[in-house]
């Protein structure tokens, strides 16, 4: 065990310590980053020249360090100073927060007096109000010992909970130096992918592994992390995914090697708020909800007996059920077992959204974390998200005679007649795109932002107010750091409906701290090729390594198949239409059984389900539809059985083209039409002009690379197994070319040309 075992933040020893009450999220303004820091800086400079900001202090007490920063400190005055921004009436404050705070502060001085040998000190605890700079100190003067005694208790709370882990990690590392492999041997090319991301982790390295379908890429990426944590010190695994079934997947992953190996593994899965709420219809407060109702004075004894927990996964019921015992809200116990875990399991955007969760933890707790990114082809369109925002003009109207905001709304207003200026005309429904956010409408929302937070920091209960408050507030986020990374879009389909958008194009710039904060990370998918392609779209070091594994698959178990007679392009595609539909039902009435079409989009799905039914009414046509939940999905899939004869037709790229398991005759045979290039629009042309000038690949990064990723995933869905067989068939005449052959699979038989 190294001495950073024993290390504790005196911000993290109060929050564990210090903590009472209940969870209370009902809206209270609260200062951005910026304007915190800010505002820090602006007291500290009017502090006299015999104070010093952000003193460092640790002191260790029962053999636990405690660490941190005071906000200023002035030795020739016996002053220590803890400086807290706000927005609104302090009277708001809840009673937990401001215990919260003098915890903070007196902790600071308990050390400051041991160090300086003092007998007592003066403390300041000063509010700055943000919007109006206004000033707010409590003052009080302490004694050295009663400081002491204060910290050692809650040292005293603390260090039993720290033993406790102490004692568990280490049981946790003994097991993991001694972890087996729960099967007899490899798969085929398993053990080089395990040897890859060990060897990753222990040299602290990024790492890119196109790992193919059947490959084992779950186990062979787990069991060498898990094998590698004890040797580099890595305190958390963070296993993230890009689809909810994947985290089921790890988490089965787990099992295994846990039930084998006997490993006393803390797991936690970390869903989406809906995912996890049991009390949907109640606010998250103690007032309205009883799960919320003094959470914190419960929490202690729920985490003890979660923690004991070490044979059996925390994923969603598992919380559920440890949360029901002490009636406590589970999403929120997820969050806070999540600081305790040895594996956290989570969607990729609990560690990469702009205000992660995950991420914070790291940051604050001084995590030594690895991670595995699993489906990392989808992450350049999920990350594309995470860091793009939406504004309707229509969400900007509100009855003024409520409020006093008619002079702020007007000036949103205003700005919303200018950014739409050019846009009155018959051509208005398409989009413009422009370099630079509208200056006038931004400088409106900061100042309705003011004006709302002011208001709702004496009525917070207005939930229509504050969700025009968190629209504006995170499209004012994304402006301030806007740059070439980015691309403003606007439009006005109608009259008074103006749209506007921040749309990102390459997250790299966002997604390069975080990767450096981990010791290490893999990003894992049976597709990832050309690497060059992920490796600057995600922001990965330029020394980042690189594998492929061989498919674990046989040449005699594919057949493959290529019309070049068909061109599918877009200005082509009404031709395409009929010769498509004679195509799939020859291939159907050849070899009866269950087969899978994929169209580029679902009018030209429709257009070909029309002919077929045209023309041959006997077969049955199973058609993907628009908007399908979750139990349409499953009926979609369960339709395809052993002994079912369909014609499955889909959208390439969506539901049913990635994550799709049909074993054995429940699938024989695979159609992609197209090279599944997105749209040549005003929006991927300006892309393509942005990757020609950063990569100069505009072409291949905007249009080719993410269309032929969506063919080889849907073609990926017919072998499964090593037991499979079937036949592709790929319909358009560019398949043919070396360009693009060279991104298929390198294990694919030579196609048949037809």
């Known amino acids: 065990m190294t001495k950073r075992a024993n290390r504790i933040s005196i911000r993290s020893l109060c929050e564990f310590a210090a903590r009472t009450g209940d969870i209370d999220l009902r809206y209270t303004p609260a200062p951005t980053a910026a304007e915190g820091i800010e505002g820090h800086q602006r007291l500290q400079r009017k502090r006299p020249a015999s104070y010093t900001p952000e003193y460092p202090l640790e002191i260790e007490i029962d053999e636990l360090l405690l660490r941190g920063r005071a906000d200023g400190v002035d030795l020739s005055k016996r002053l220590v100073e803890e400086i807290k921004t706000h927005r609104g009436d302090l009277e708001r404050q809840s009673a937990g927060q401001r215990a919260l705070h003098w915890a903070q502060l007196r902790s600071y001085a308990a050390i400051l007096c041991q160090q300086q040998e003092w007998e007592s000190i003066n403390l300041r605890l000063t509010y700055l109000e943000v919007a109006k700079d206004e000033v707010t100190e409590l003052n009080e003067t302490a004694q050295a010992q009663e400081l002491l005694t204060e910290l050692e208790l809650l040292v005293a709370h603390y260090i039993q909970w720290h033993k406790l882990r102490l004692a568990a990690r280490k049981e946790r590392d003994t097991a993991l130096e001694q972890l087996s492999f729960p099967y007899s041997e490899f798969r085929k090319g398993q053990r080089d992918l395990a040897e890859s991301v060990f060897k990753a982790v222990r040299t602290e390295r990024q790492l890119l592994l196109e790992a193919p379908t059947g490959s084992g890429k779950t186990l062979g990426t787990l069991f060498p992390a898990l094998r590698a944590m004890v040797s580099s010190d890595i305190d958390r695994l963070l296993y993230l995914t890009t689809r909810n079934t994947a985290r089921a997947i790890g988490l089965e992953g787990i099992e295994q090697l846990r039930d084998v190996n006997a490993v006393p593994l803390r797991v936690v899965e970390l869903s989406s708020k809906e995912a996890g709420c049991i009390e949907p219809d109640k606010l998250c407060q103690g007032e309205s909800c009883p799960l919320a109702k003094g959470f914190f004075d419960k929490l202690p004894d729920a985490r003890e007996a979660a923690f004991a927990l070490s044979d059996t996964n925390l994923d969603v019921e598992g919380l559920r059920a440890v949360a029901a ?56 369109s999920r990350c594309r998200d995470l860091y793009s925002v939406e504004l309707q003009q229509s969400q900007f109207r509100f009855d003024t005679k409520r409020v006093k905001l008619k002079k702020a709304l007007d000036g949103v207003q205003r700005g919303w007649q200018e950014a739409c200026k050019g846009l009155d005309m018959a051509s208005s429904k398409e989009p413009v795109f422009d370099e630079v956010p509208p200056e006038k ?9 003011t004006e709302i937070s002011e208001l709702l920091a004496e009525q917070p209960d207005q939930l229509e107010l504050q969700q025009m408050l968190f629209s504006a507030s995170a499209y004012l986020k994304l402006a301030e750091v806007f740059g070439d990374h980015s691309v403003v879009r606007r439009a006005k389909p109608r009259r008074g409906a103006g749209e506007l958008a921040i749309l990102n194009l390459d997250p790299s710039i966002f997604l390069a701290p975080r990767w450096a904060d981990l010791h290490s990370v893999t990003l894992f998918s049976a597709t990832l090729k050309p690497f060059d392609y992920y490796q600057q779209l995600l922001g990965l070091d330029t020394e980042c390594a690189q594998g492929s594994l061989p498919s674990p698959f046989l040449q005699e178990q594919l057949r493959v198949k290529l019309c070049s007679r068909i061109d599918t392009r877009y200005q082509v595609r009404n031709r395409s239409v009929a010769p498509i539909a004679e195509l799939l039902i020859e291939q159907f009435e050849t070899r009866p059984g269950n087969h899978l079409f994929f169209a580029s989009s679902f009018s030209y799905l429709q257009q070909i389900a029309e002919a077929v039914a045209l023309r041959s009414p006997n077969i049955a046509l199973h058609l993907q539809t628009s908007g399908m939940r979750q139990p349409e999905r499953q009926a979609y899939l369960d339709a395809f059985t052993e002994d079912s004869q369909l014609l499955g037709m889909a959208v390439l790229g969506g539901l049913f083209a990635e994550g799709v398991d ?43 690379y993410p269309g032929m990723q969506k063919v080889v995933q849907a073609a990926g869905r017919l072998i499964r197994t090593q037991q499979d067989a079937g036949e592709l068939l790929l319909i358009d005449p560019r398949f043919s070319r070396p360009e693009i052959r060279s991104l298929l699979p390198g294990w694919w038989p030579e196609p048949q040309l037809i």
């Not at 990729?348 to 995590?367: F, G, M, R, V």
């Not at 409408?441 to 932002?449: D, H, K, T």
């Not at 074993?663 to 020609?692: E, K, Y």
């Open 325 to 380: 015992q002490h009636q406590i809200c589970p999403y929120f116990f997820g969050q806070e077992m999540a600081r305790w875990a040895d594996v956290v399991v989570a969607d990729i955007n609990q560690y990469l959204a702009p205000t992660a969760l995950l991420s914070a933890y790291l940051q604050q707790d001084e995590w030594r974390a690895i991670a595995l990114v699993d489906e990392s082809h989808n992450l350049v």
């Open 441 to 449: 409408l931004e400088y409106a929302l900061q100042s309705l932002c």
């Open 662 to 704: 049909l074993a054995g005759d429940r699938l024989i045979g695979v159609t992609v039409a197209t090279l599944g290039l997105p749209p040549f629009d005003s929006l991927h042309q300006l892309m393509r002009q942005r990757f020609d000038e950063r990569f100069g690949q505009g072409y291949e990064y905007t249009y080719l």
